[in-house]
Nanobody, 123 residues
């Protein structure tokens, strides 16, 4: 069992940056692949970025490539999403997720979810 708590959301102007953090409980954090997902009102939750348990592999949805960076610190049980050059279409609730199963990019791959943090980008 792992508990996830996101932080770092807020309101920012287009072109600005935010840094989201996800703190995980438990002693086996280094065994989990981690992902960030987002969900805008009236839309399905979508994949944003993922990182393997070792940090050696990362993946991103095309719309954020070159702007967002996912990273992790297994010693501190944290995963971070650095978001630069934010656009209004990035506005959504952002969710941290963890899985001990096969690394994947879909919501069904993930077993544990945080409560989310809101990101709002104004134009």
């Amino acid at each position: 069992q792992v508990q996830l708590v996101e932080s770092g959301g807020g309101l920012v102007q287009a072109g600005g940056s935010l840094r989201l953090s996800c703190a995980a409980s438990g002693r086996t954090f280094s065994s989990y692949a981690m992902g960030w997902f987002r969900q805008a009102p009236g839309k399905e939750r979508e994949f944003v970025a993922a990182i393997s348990s070792s940090g050696g592999r990362t993946d991103y949805v095309d719309s954020v490539k070159g702007r967002f960076t996912i990273s992790r610190d297994n010693a501190k049980n944290t995963v971070t999403l650095q978001m630069n050059s934010l656009k209004p279409e990035d506005t959504a609730g952002y969710y941290c997720a963890a899985t001990v199963r096969v690394y994947g990019l879909g919501t069904a791959n993930y077993d544990y979810w945080g409560q989310g943090t809101q990101v709002t980008v104004s134009s």
